[in-house]
């Protein structure tokens, strides 16, 4: 009843300013001319203090009250206020809007308009915008003699004749407050998910195993809690990467539909999704990985349970295509440079990572290169006879094992322990050779190319701890030989893996003796 009312008298308003204005406007214009209007979509008109106000870019429709419309006449609307019958064909400011030919009465015309929020006044409105026509139909009389073509005509600024636009409302998917909520909750999942990627797939196989062998207790319980789900790895990579979709791009839409499209949006999520979705999670879980991994390894199971369709044959797929993952393996050399790069943040003494360095390098060094060459060796000769000056310049050289020649160095035929002379009287002047034949201590020889590792295992079994060092001799005319070049210890051995010299008791009476 009220909008029967109101129509009503809106219908009454503008016949009363048809006959006023009539004659004023027929003195203005030569051409179509607009009276009146009033607003024939349903809710989309707003009456404040005698001000007709419609939503921005919205399709509404018109309706025109006047004279001399035709089928051909449009309609463009302008900020600039001027009087009846203007030409404003530079003052528009909103596109052209024709008329419908089917709504044309004597009277009267339908048009849609659809009007940006541009030049916002007071009260979250606009400027109001004035009406300009023009008649595009060669018949139309509002055109000038002389050219022949058509102008728009402004139609005042009547108070009646203006119309403001109030900015489009935005309409969001669900109230606002449970929109922000949602919100929120989307981006500490996405930031779960971007540090779970970090923190549960940087944890490589082996490492998390160590770490369960022999961690700290602490450490051990997560280990084991997180290890049946990394061993499931392309699996866990695929259910981490589709969830981290899923809630970035829902983010994003909601982001959109709360804040509007645009440049503020897209900053918007921008920054949410960088600063707490991505940069903070992963700073965090690239320290504790392994106890946020461990703590949220439900909502992973679970996760991985609600995108299994999906997420399960595509790390199938992968499995054919990539195969398993597999964990991290360290050879020599690289064990031997982690210990170099981190040895200042090992809880290891320096002479620890001494020893573990030389142990991994044995295999790679060979006799010849800790021999101790012939030229320095303390031999007897195996025709000496065992006298108090012989015996005591034995007990002075500290050795426990002499090396016996016959004729020239190179030819070893014994080896005399020094055990050999405890029943030994120098005054007797025992031969040498007869003590050597009745121990008769096997003699030992190795190639100068033998790893250090080959020869620990040799000296492990306890048959000697003493072997000459030979090479093939191949210079000169004759055939080639064996010649003995040098000898080796499990002393030299041990030294090379602690990378030290031993120094012990006869040693220590040997450099006495030469000082």
């Known amino acids: 009843?009220?909008?029967?009312?109101?129509?009503?008298?809106?219908?009454?308003?503008v016949v009363l300013l048809l006959c006023v204005t009539s004659g004023t406007r027929s003195a203005n214009t030569t051409g179509g001319s607009v009276y009146g209007f009033r607003v024939d979509t349903a809710g989309d008109e707003l009456v404040e203090h005698g001000r007709v106000i419609i939503i921005s870019e919205r399709d509404v429709l018109l309706r025109l009250f006047?004279?001399?419309?035709?089928?051909?006449?449009?309609?463009?609307?302008?900020?600039?206020?001027?009087?009846?019958g203007s030409i404003c064909d530079d003052m528009k400011s909103s596109e052209t809007f024709p008329v419908v030919p089917e709504s044309l009465t004597d009277h009267t015309v339908h048009v849609m308009i659809n009007l940006p929020f541009f030049k916002p006044g007071s009260e979250g409105v606009t400027k109001p915008y004035f009406m300009c026509v023009k008649q595009t139909n060669k018949n139309t009389t509002n055109t000038r003699a002389t050219t022949g073509r058509s102008f728009w005509i402004h139609?005042?600024?009547?108070?009646?004749?203006?119309?403001?636009?109030?900015?489009?409302?935005?309409?969001?998917?669900?109230p606002m407050w449970l929109q922000i909520c949602i919100i929120c909750v989307l981006l500490?999942?996405?930031?779960?998910?971007?540090?779970?990627?970090?923190?549960?797939?940087?944890?490589?196989?082996?490492?998390?195993?160590?770490?369960?062998?022999?961690?700290?207790?602490?450490?051990?319980?997560?280990?084991?809690?997180?290890s049946p789900v990394r061993?499931?790895?392309?699996?866990?990579?695929?259910?981490?990467?589709?969830?981290?979709?899923?809630?970035?791009?829902?983010?994003?839409i909601l982001t959109d539909n709360?804040?509007?499209?645009?440049?503020?949006?897209?900053?918007?999520?921008?920054?949410?999704?960088?600063?707490?979705?991505?940069?903070?999670?992963?700073?965090?879980?690239?320290?504790?990985?392994?106890?946020?991994?461990?703590?949220?390894?439900?909502?992973?199971?679970?996760?991985m349970f609600i995108t299994f369709p999906l997420s399960f044959p595509i790390s199938k797929l992968l499995n054919l295509m990539l195969g398993e993952e597999m964990g991290n393996t360290y050879n020599r050399e690289r064990l031997r440079e982690l210990l170099k790069v981190t040895k200042d943040n090992?809880?290891?003494?320096?002479?620890?990572?001494?020893?573990?360095?030389?142990?991994?390098?044995?295999s790679k060094k060979t006799v010849k290169n800790i021999m101790t060459e012939l030229k320095d060796v303390y031999m007897l000769d195996y025709d000496?006879?065992?006298?108090?000056?012989?015996?005591?310049?034995?007990?002075?050289?500290?050795?426990?094992?002499?090396?016996?020649?016959?004729?020239?160095?190179?030819?070893?035929?014994?080896?005399?322990?020094?055990?050999?002379?405890?029943?030994?009287?120098?005054?007797?002047?025992?031969?040498?050779?007869?003590v050597c034949k009745f121990y008769n201590h096997p003699v030992n020889f190795v190639f100068e190319d033998a790893h250090l590792d080959v020869m620990l295992e040799e000296f492990k079994k306890g048959r000697f701890h003493l072997s000459f060092v030979q090479r093939v001799n191949s210079e000169g005319t004759g055939d080639p030989f064996y010649e003995t070049i040098g000898v080796v210890t499990l002393e030299d051995i041990i030294e090379e893996i602690i990378q030290a010299e031993i120094i012990d008791e006869t040693d220590t009476i040997s450099m006495i003796c030469l000082l």
């Open 1 to 13: 009843m009220a909008n029967d009312m109101r129509t009503t008298k809106c219908l009454f308003s």
């Open 346 to 362: 090992l809880d290891l003494v320096k002479d620890e990572v001494k020893i573990i360095t030389g142990a991994l390098e044995l």
């Open 384 to 434: 000496v006879i065992l006298d108090f000056n012989t015996i005591s310049e034995i007990m002075k050289t500290g050795y426990t094992r002499i090396p016996i020649f016959e004729n020239d160095r190179t030819n070893i035929c014994a080896l005399l322990n020094i055990k050999d002379l405890a029943f030994i009287d120098p005054d007797d002047k025992t031969p040498l050779k007869t």
């Open 66 to 84: 006047g004279r001399g419309f035709t089928a051909g006449t449009k309609v463009a609307f302008t900020f600039h206020n001027a009087t009846a």
């Open 231 to 252: 061993n499931q790895g392309n699996f866990l990579l695929c259910t981490i990467l589709l969830g981290n979709v899923l809630v970035n791009n829902t983010l994003a």
């Open 258 to 303: 709360t804040v509007g499209s645009g440049p503020i949006a897209i900053v918007t999520a921008t920054l949410g999704i960088v600063v707490f979705g991505e940069i903070l999670p992963q700073a965090i879980c690239s320290r504790h990985g392994l106890e946020v991994g461990a703590r949220t390894i439900w909502f992973v199971k679970f996760f």
């Open 155 to 174: 139609q005042g600024g009547d108070p009646w004749l203006r119309i403001y636009v109030k900015k489009k409302e935005q309409q969001t998917y669900l």
């Open 188 to 226: 500490f999942f996405s930031g779960l998910f971007s540090g779970l990627n970090l923190g549960l797939m940087s944890l490589d196989k082996t490492e998390l195993q160590i770490v369960e062998n022999c961690g700290s207790e602490q450490e051990r319980k997560f280990a084991k809690i997180i």
